[in-house]
């Protein structure tokens, strides 16, 4: 059974994210934090098999939760979502240490094949 933990400051995002990812992936575990504080306490609390990670938190910024996931846990998957397009993005946040970087404005399959892949490994 997989563990995602889902962190974005909208409750409206966040529980789309949590639906979708529930029907996508039947049995998983899928946790919410509407900030970073919140998010590393649940990360220190319990073990997560991956996290969905917003840019903009309003208590830290999406790129210093990532440095301070990764201290804590540098093996596991952090996906980074934003509304910038990947283009945009992508490269940059790969290079700060995520897993893979999808914007806000894909498509459900195009968000459940990212975090399928970093539960996976798989493509």
């Known amino acids: 059974m997989s563990r995602i933990l889902v962190v974005d ?6 529980g789309s994210l949590r639906a979708l990812l529930a029907d996508a992936f039947p049995g998983a575990v899928v946790g919410e934090a509407a900030a970073s504080g919140p ?4 990360l220190a609390r319990e073990r997560w098999d991956m996290v969905l990670l917003d840019l903009s938190l309003p208590d ?3 790129v210093r939760t990532l ?3 990764r201290r804590l846990h540098p093996k596991l998957p952090v996906v ?7 283009a945009e993005y992508g490269a940059a946040m790969r290079a ?4 893979d970087y999808i914007s806000k404005g894909s498509s459900p399959a195009m968000i459940t094949a990212a ?4 539960l996976t490994g798989v493509s």
């Open 96 to 99: 700060a240490g995520a897993t």
């Open 39 to 42: 998010a590393l306490a649940a």
């Open 60 to 62: 830290r910024d999406g």
């Open 67 to 69: 440095r301070e996931i």
């Open 9 to 14: 400051d909208s409750d409206l995002v966040r």
């Open 80 to 86: 980074l979502m934003s509304l910038p397009p990947e």
């Open 115 to 118: 975090v399928r892949q970093a």
